[in-house]
């Protein structure tokens, strides 16, 4: 017998009350490691479609192994800033995480921007460094 993994998708209010953002769509940004295969980007793009609340903005990728990769950061940063992004996406804390201890400079950190980022598969929302459960 095979057991499939449950995402939950928190409810709308949580989001709206967690970013201070009501009346309106969040403007979101799935942001994808280096190792992420087809099945996986698949089925994190399927459990953000059932978030009606959601405004995707774009997909990026970690800057490992691009050129530019400095650059994709700046461009999320620079949404943010300019509050055309209010969430970045993660599928999960362990893909944040690993990120994060690959970087070679702090203006590629994603923690240290500020920016709130969600984790789907943990359901829990990193914003100014605390972890907030929204299961």
Do not use: W
Not at 38 to 44: A, L
């Amino acid at each position: 017998m095979s057991c499939k993994s449950i995402t939950v998708i928190p409810p709308v209010f949580k989001f709206e009350s967690s970013l201070g953002i009501r009346g309106r769509n969040l403007k979101v940004a799935f942001f994808i490691p280096n190792n992420f295969s087809n099945p996986d980007i698949h089925s994190t793009d399927m459990v953000l479609r059932r978030m009606k609340f959601f405004d995707l903005v774009g997909f990026f990728t970690s800057e490992k192994g691009f050129q530019r990769g400095s650059h994709r950061i700046r461009k999320i940063v620079d949404l943010y800033n300019k509050g055309k992004l209010d969430l970045l996406i993660f599928k999960s804390k362990s893909d944040l995480d690993r990120y994060e201890n690959t970087i070679d400079s702090i203006e590629k950190s994603i923690l240290k921007s500020g920016i709130p980022t969600y984790c789907v598969k943990d359901c829990i929302l990193i914003k100014n460094g605390n972890i907030i459960s929204l299961s």
